[in-house]
């Protein structure tokens, strides 16, 4: 990755950010280093990869973060420019207001989920357009929260459900009432997570997962800690940390704000979390998945899955259904 010496000049002018905003000659010295990063290649793909992807995708994108996939690491070691926009996101993060909550409250989380299946330029991408995603996580982990997604572009249409099954006893419901299954309760408010670098890229590792997982852990953690600024500032402090990170500039989300990203590629999965570049507030996630394993049946390679999240509004309510 070469290194583009006129993001310099270019944000240099027209970032100047107000009293109480990070100093510029810190943030142009760090994206000043970054670089741009190759397209991906695209591949081939059939009319049955479609309808299997379409279905697997559609029931995973509200937590798109949130599935794990075991992938090759890779190390090397931290440039500067990612310590510097990891310890500079902490500070941003870290000066938010906390934000209090009760065991019988939820977690409302609002954003716009984008995922595509890319495909040859014969054959019209698998996309139907953002999704407007609404979520209520229990504060707890132990009631159940509900997620509703309707098309972005269409504020007349109907919303489809579908629900968060608590964690009670030890168990979780699912679709088949009379089957339950083993769970530990997943808090909403992120309270048993770690709030310092050290201790939460500990737990990113835990069970000695490499380094690309760690990467990976960490977007999740993000997700469902929007409102807990501590933990959130103890994630990009810790990621600063992971061998093999880098950042990139002229990165889009899902909303179109043009940020800065914390960047990790492996053979499978390319993921990165992007930030303002004038203030370095967390937008959201873009996550490509590269290579996935094929049917047995499958004689063509499958296509890549591009999954893109910004988190719009976040607010602690007492029931369901409420927003503020």
Sequence with gaps: MEPDLRLLRELGEQLGPPAGQL????????LSTTGRAPRPRRRTWSRTWRTALTSATTAAV????????????????????TVEVARMAAERAAAAPATSARPGQFVYIESVVHYLIVQTATAPAADDGPLLVR????????????????????????WRDETIAGCRDGSQSTAVPEW??????????????????????????????ADDQAFDNAAR??????????????????????PGVTVRRDVVDVTG???????????????????????FTYFGVNRT????????????????????????????????????
């Excluded at 469902?224 to 990621?239: D, I, M, T």
């Design 289 to 324: 998945i590269l290579r996935l394993a094929l049917p047995s049946q499958a004689t063509e390679p499958a296509p890549r899955i591009l999954i893109r999240q910004a988190v719009e509004h976040v607010a602690i309510v007492d029931s369901v259904g409420g927003v503020r």
């Design 221 to 242: 953690v993000l997700y469902l800690s929007q409102h807990a600024p501590a933990v959130q500032a103890a994630v990009f402090a810790a990621v600063g940390r992971i």
């Design 180 to 209: 339950r299954v083993p769970c530990t309760p997943e808090p909403g408010t992120a309270a048993d997570l770690p709030v310092d670098a050290d201790a939460m890229l500990a737990y990113l590792r835990r069970s000695g997962i």
């Design 62 to 81: 509200a937590v798109a973060v949130a599935v794990p996939i075991v992938i090759t690491g890779s190390g090397g070691d931290r440039p500067p420019a």
């Design 135 to 158: 979520e209520w996580r229990s504060v707890d982990g132990t009631r159940d929260g509900l997620v509703q997604r309707r098309p972005l572009d269409q504020p007349r249409a109907a």
């Design 257 to 279: 704000r043009s940020g800065v990203a914390l960047a990790y590629r492996s053979r499978d999965v390319e993921t990165e979390l992007i930030f303002d570049p004038a203030n």
């Design 23 to 30: 100093p510029p000659r810190l943030r142009d010295r760090v």
